[in-house]
């Protein structure tokens, strides 16, 4: 019986000018799992330090069940300047608890229950977490969703990883700025943004690929054909921190519920979009959306 949604990677204190906040897109993915009313999970590792102690403290708050693996690192923390968009960017701290992931056996036991989980490029740059990550998604059944929401950060990824990354998968998430990124690294050619994701999802047998463009708007694309578009909601914009994430979350829940990609699709956007007018990756969406 698939029962969890797990965010399985880097859990994180992004420091941000006003103050600390809890983060990492695997748990803000696994947060807004849960807000959605799915039984999201985070799976990750934290330090013998008051940071991991107030990692614990806050996600008994949150209401998000965690398999924390403690380690003699310490607990992550990521320096976050935000520019006069509301755009973050990131300065990530090395040697830290989630490089030594290991697939303990309470993640062996999670992931043969998993009916999705979410993974990114930055928690793969230790070569232990990467085999650990690997394992958990070859051990899940077959018909979960494998979601590669690719998050490139700073020098963490290479062309090995995320191909790799793509063969494992089957739906990948990225922004505009990645498509980018992506398009001479795996030979996409010059085309639109449809033509190339679909030559992705043809490359790597993908489901689908979910394409989302800041204020441009979002895209999702599926292996059978079907495109959705919809225009980014005009806000008050405070940060955009965890905001990818709580539309990758929020949309994967929707659709394991039966919601059709349209449908979907609408809710990631309007949830994404309250995000950015709140401080941090995790604000009460339940609340406000009434989910």
Same mark, same amino acid.
């Given at each position: 019986?698939?029962?969890?949604?797990?965010?399985?990677?880097?859990?994180?204190?992004?420091?941000?000018?006003?103050?600390?906040?809890?983060?990492?897109? !695997?748990?803000?993915?696994?947060?807004?799992?849960?807000?959605?009313?799915?039984?999201?999970?985070?799976?990750?590792?934290?330090?013998?330090?008051?940071?991991?102690?107030?990692?614990?403290?806050?996600?008994?708050?949150?209401?998000?069940?965690?398999?924390?693996?403690?380690?003699?690192?310490?607990?992550?923390?990521?320096?976050?300047?935000?520019?006069?968009?509301?755009? !973050?960017? +990131?300065?990530?701290? %090395?040697?830290?608890?989630?490089?030594?992931?290991?697939?303990?056996?309470?993640?062996?036991?999670?992931?043969?229950?998993?009916?999705?989980?979410?993974?990114?490029?930055?928690?793969?740059?230790?070569?232990?977490?990467?085999?650990?990550?690997?394992?958990?998604?070859?051990?899940?059944?077959?018909?979960?969703?494998?979601?590669?929401?690719?998050?490139?950060?700073?020098?963490? +990824?290479?062309?090995?990883?995320?191909?790799?990354?793509?063969?494992?998968?089957?739906?990948?998430?990225?922004?505009?700025?990645?498509? %980018?990124?992506?398009?001479?690294?795996?030979?996409?050619?010059?085309?639109?943004?449809?033509?190339?994701?679909?030559?992705?999802?043809?490359?790597?047998?993908?489901?689908?690929?979910?394409?989302?463009?800041?204020?441009?708007?979002? +895209?999702?694309?599926?292996?059978?054909?079907?495109?959705?578009?919809?225009?980014? !909601?005009?806000?008050?914009?405070?940060?955009?921190?965890?905001?990818?994430?709580?539309?990758?979350?929020?949309?994967?829940?929707?659709?394991? %519920?039966?919601?059709?990609?349209?449908?979907?699709?609408?809710?990631?956007?309007?949830?994404?979009?309250?995000?950015?007018?709140? !401080?941090?990756?995790?604000?009460?969406?339940?609340?406000?959306?009434?989910?």
């Amino acid at each position: 019986m698939m029962n969890y949604i797990v965010g399985i990677g880097e859990i994180l204190w992004d420091m941000l000018p006003e103050g600390k906040q809890l983060g990492g897109a !695997p748990a803000n993915f696994a947060f807004h799992a849960s807000q959605a009313g799915m039984h999201g999970i985070v799976l990750s590792a934290i330090g013998f330090d008051s940071l991991g102690a107030e990692t614990y403290d806050m996600l008994v708050k949150l209401d998000l069940d965690n398999i924390l693996i403690d380690s003699d690192l310490p607990t992550s923390t990521v320096n976050v300047a935000i520019d006069a968009n509301g755009i !973050p960017h +990131y300065e990530i701290t %090395e040697n830290v608890a989630w490089d030594e992931l290991a697939f303990v056996r309470s993640f062996k036991e999670i992931a043969e229950e998993a009916s999705a989980a979410c993974f990114g490029t930055l928690a793969q740059r230790s070569k232990m977490s990467h085999d650990a990550i690997h394992a958990f998604l070859r051990a899940m059944p077959d018909g979960s969703l494998k979601v590669f929401d690719i998050n490139l950060r700073q020098n963490y +990824y290479s062309k090995d990883i995320i191909e790799e990354s793509l063969r494992i998968a089957n739906v990948l998430k990225l922004n505009d700025e990645e498509i %980018e990124t992506l398009t001479p690294m795996l030979n996409l050619g010059d085309d639109g943004y449809e033509a190339r994701c679909r030559q992705i999802i043809d490359s790597y047998n993908l489901k689908l690929v979910v394409l989302t463009c800041g204020a441009n708007g979002s +895209y999702v694309f599926t292996a059978d054909g079907e495109s959705s578009f919809l225009p980014t !909601p005009k806000v008050k914009v405070v940060d955009t921190v965890g905001a990818g994430d709580s539309f990758t979350g929020s949309f994967c829940a929707s659709i394991l %519920e039966g919601k059709s990609v349209a449908e979907a699709h609408k809710l990631a956007v309007e949830v994404s979009a309250f995000v950015c007018t709140q !401080p941090g990756a995790m604000p009460d969406v339940k609340a406000y959306f009434n989910l």
